[in-house]
T-cell receptor
Framework: GAGVSQSPSNKVTEKGKDVELRCDPI?????LYWYRQRLGQGLEFLIY????????KSGLPSDRFSAERTGESVSTLTIQRTQQEDSAVYLC????????????????FGPGTRLTVL | AQTVTQSQPEMSVQEAETVTLSCTYD???????LFWYKQPPSRQMILVIR??????QNATENRFSVNFQKAAKSFSLKISDSQLGDAAMYFC?????????????FGTGTRLTIIP
């Protein structure tokens, strides 16, 4: 079946502009995650959606960052008033999480969106 | 908060030889999962191997195996019979076993080069 897809693949924007990054998870996956990967670094957790529960926003670095998810489908990560330090690869992942039971649930990653802020 | 440390920014190995990548982590939890992910230049994160903390037996997946030392909080990856396709960034990651706390915490990665 289809994997996690992200668009656009690359995005170049000017400082101060808003950007929207899109993630299409694997069909049926209840959980969706956003991570940020700065150049030469590991992935940093940003936000986590699980079903109808309130999202875990504990990783968002500032109030310029927000994310939405429609049901158990598409998610959009929005960065307002972009800064040069926002330049990074933004990776999305999805997994199937059975409510009330935490077992191993593999996260499947998309190819990421490379954001460059000039 | 949990932390994951990879102290080897770069490693290289001759093709067909064996290499070990190191990872240590810090946590106060007793139940958790540990992972090794591979990231080739395509940026696609690929799960290589996972280990449940409650299992004493080290995980193996074909040429990949881990040495999990829970008391020492160490989780190294051994790649046997290295192949050119193994060249990539390798990330160690931690995940709590608590429901609702599914996020992954990653190390900074080790770039593995395979020498033909």
């Amino acid at each position: 079946g289809a994997g996690v897809s992200q668009s656009p693949s690359n995005k170049v924007t000017e400082k101060g502009k808003d950007v929207e990054l899109r993630c299409d998870p694997i069909s049926g996956h209840t959980a969706l995650y956003w991570y940020r990967q700065r150049l030469g670094q590991g992935l940093e957790f940003l936000i986590y959606f699980q079903g109808n529960s309130a999202p875990d926003k504990s990783g968002l670095p500032s109030d310029r960052f927000s994310a939405e998810r429609t049901g158990e489908s598409v998610s959009t990560l929005t960065i307002q008033r972009t800064q040069q330090e926002d330049s990074a690869v933004y990776l999305c992942a999805s997994s199937l999480v059975v409510s009330g039971w935490s077992s191993y649930n593999e996260q499947f990653f998309g190819p990421g969106t490379r954001l460059t802020v000039l | 908060a949990q932390t994951v440390t990879q102290s080897q920014p770069e490693m290289s190995v001759q093709e067909a030889e064996t290499v070990t990548l190191s990872c240590t982590y810090d946590t106060s939890e007793s139940d958790y999962y540990l992972f090794w992910y591979k990231q080739p230049p395509s940026r696609q994160m690929i799960l290589v191997i996972r280990q449940e903390a409650y299992k004493q037996q080290n995980a193996t997946e074909n040429r990949f195996s881990v040495n999990f030392q829970k008391a020492a909080k160490s989780f190294s990856l051994k790649i046997s019979d290295s192949q050119l396709g193994d060249a990539a960034m390798y990330f160690c990651a931690y995940r709590s076993a608590d429901f609702g706390n599914e996020k992954l915490t990653f190390g900074t990665g080790t770039r593995l080069t395979i020498i033909p």
